[in-house]
């Protein structure tokens, strides 16, 4: 497997925090993760009946959730749109409410129609629980992406600098030195 680590240092090709949704690789892990948490969703959350068909509902609408998320955050990538961090923070959890949202009102309604799911009498109660549920998840998602952004610029300032690689290998911080290493690869770059 190839690695992917210079696509997430800053001054390569991605300047955000994420990593490239536009990637086969991520778009697997993204499904996989997604695929996880749906199941662990549907066995936290059964009441009794038929465990498959709520697994499913379940599956499909967290995948149809975390696929167009993420097919979207791809989208506002080759677009430019996702620029510094908080813009790119800010537009990360508008494309996961909003989809979240449109897939909860569809939900509702089909749940209605086939007699199966939530129906329209918990309908604050379901979008309410649903959006709970996304921003703590996206919340999660975006602090793990930004704290190991932060690690690979670390490491990656660390090998470029001659005096901070040799406070890192006698096992000192490299704090000092990395604000202005950092200054001067932004310059740089």
Same mark, same amino acid.
């Given at each position: 497997?190839?690695?992917?680590?210079?696509?997430?240092?800053?001054? @390569?090709?991605? @300047? $955000?925090? !994420?990593?490239?949704?536009?990637?086969?690789?991520?778009? =697997?892990?993204? !499904?996989?993760?997604?695929?996880?948490?749906?199941?662990?969703?549907?066995?936290?959350?059964?009441?009794?009946?038929? =465990?498959?068909?709520?697994? +499913?509902?379940?599956?499909?609408?967290? !995948?149809?959730?975390?696929? $167009?998320?993420? &097919?979207?955050?791809?989208?506002?990538?080759?677009?430019?749109? =996702?620029?510094?961090?908080?813009?790119?923070?800010?537009?990360?959890?508008?494309?996961?409410?909003?989809?979240?949202? =449109?897939?909860?009102?569809? @939900? !509702?309604?089909?749940?209605?129609?086939?007699?199966?799911?939530?129906?329209?009498?918990?309908?604050?109660?379901?979008? &309410?629980?649903?959006?709970?549920?996304?921003?703590?998840?996206?919340?999660?998602?975006?602090?793990?992406?930004?704290?190991?952004?932060?690690?690979?610029?670390?490491?990656? $300032?660390? &090998?470029?600098?001659?005096?901070?690689?040799?406070?890192?290998?006698?096992?000192?911080?490299?704090?000092?030195?990395?604000?202005?290493?950092?200054? $001067?690869?932004?310059?740089? +770059?």
């Amino acid at each position: 497997m190839p690695d992917n680590t210079e696509k997430s240092i800053p001054g @390569s090709e991605n @300047s $955000t925090y !994420l990593p490239d949704f536009c990637d086969g690789e991520v778009f =697997l892990r993204l !499904l996989l993760v997604v695929q996880l948490i749906a199941i662990m969703f549907a066995l936290v959350s059964f009441g009794g009946g038929r =465990l498959f068909v709520h697994l +499913a509902l379940i599956s499909l609408a967290m !995948l149809w959730v975390g696929l $167009t998320t993420a &097919a979207l955050l791809c989208l506002m990538k080759r677009q430019g749109w =996702l620029g510094d961090h908080v813009r790119t923070t800010v537009l990360v959890f508008a494309a996961a409410i909003l989809m979240t949202l =449109l897939v909860s009102f569809l @939900s !509702l309604g089909l749940g209605g129609v086939m007699s199966y799911g939530p129906t329209a009498h918990d309908t604050v109660y379901t979008l &309410a629980r649903n959006l709970a549920i996304v921003v703590i998840l996206v919340g999660l998602a975006l602090r793990y992406f930004y704290l190991r952004h932060e690690s690979l610029c670390a490491t990656f $300032t660390c &090998a470029t600098n001659p005096i901070c690689a040799s406070r890192c290998r006698l096992r000192r911080a490299c704090r000092p030195c990395r604000r202005e290493s950092v200054r $001067t690869f932004y310059s740089i +770059a």
